[in-house]
């Protein structure tokens, strides 16, 4: 069935590093990427998506693009603020309205 | 425009009871999914409805069930309260113009059990 691996943590950064949290998708047939945020005491925020191959998708510095021939859709950001510390969530959805969230990758950036 | 809303917030119960959380999807979407965020762990699929019927559920004892209104909006309900129910319930909608698209999630009700 379709799921989604992402890189375990928590990943305790420097302000101002690189940050990429990998993520691997199994799923038939041609689902949408997503990632997702959720800052401490509250829901998941749509981060960014991507819905077809090769598609990047971007938003607040963050950027993801859909590999499919290595079925990944890694998280990056050039460099992370204290801002950023949350749990960040991969996911994809597939025909059926299904939709598969990863573990999820708790972040810390320290000033 | 509103977005996803969740009551209560906070909710403590004690084992065997029984609770009944609500969502309110974004006005137009027509599905409402339920999820349980346990501490340390991601999330886990409890239901899926649409148009007023089940159209999914997850790996759940049958004490978790649901219901969706002709408004839409929804309630989980969660028979025989145990420890391990103990857990954010977030509640996600989306929209019948393209379901495969994004969720959008509320801001979840938080259930202790003591």
């Known amino acids: 069935g379709d799921s989604v691996t992402q890189m375990e943590g928590p990943v305790t950064l420097s302000e101002e590093a690189f940050l990429t949290i990998n993520c691997t998708y199994t799923?038939?047939?041609?689902?949408?990427l997503f990632w997702y945020v959720q800052y401490p005491g509250e829901g998941l925020q749509l981060l960014l998506k991507?819905?077809?191959?090769?598609d990047k998708g971007s938003n607040k510095g963050f950027e993801a693009t859909y590999r499919k021939e290595t079925t990944s859709f890694h998280l990056e950001k050039g460099s992370v603020q204290v801002s950023d510390s949350a749990v960040y969530f991969c996911?994809?959805?597939?025909?059926?309205?299904?939709?598969?969230f990863g573990t999820g990758t708790s972040l810390t950036v320290i000033p | 425009e509103a977005g996803v809303t969740q009551s209560p917030t906070h909710l403590i119960k004690t084992r065997g009871q029984q609770v009944t959380l609500r969502c309110s999807p974004i006005?137009?979407?027509?599905?409402v999914y339920w999820y349980q965020q346990a501490l340390g762990l991601g999330l886990q699929f409890l239901l899926w409805?649409?148009?007023?019927?089940?159209?999914n559920r997850g790996n759940f004892p049958p004490r978790f069930s649901g219901r969706q209104f002709p408004n839409y909006s929804s309630e989980l309900n969660v028979n025989a309260l145990e420890l391990e129910d103990s857990a954010l319930y977030l509640c996600?909608?989306?929209?019948?113009?393209?379901?495969?698209?994004?969720?959008?999630f509320g801001p979840g009700t938080r259930l202790t059990v003591l």
């Open positions: 996600a909608s989306s929209s019948w113009f393209s379901p495969t698209d994004t969720q959008y």
């Open positions: 799923a038939t047939g041609y689902p949408s």
């Open positions: 991507a819905t077809k191959a090769d």
């Open positions: 996911a994809l959805s597939n025909t059926g309205n299904q939709f598969y």
């Open positions: 006005s137009g979407h027509t599905s």
């Open positions: 409805y649409d148009e007023g019927e089940e159209r």
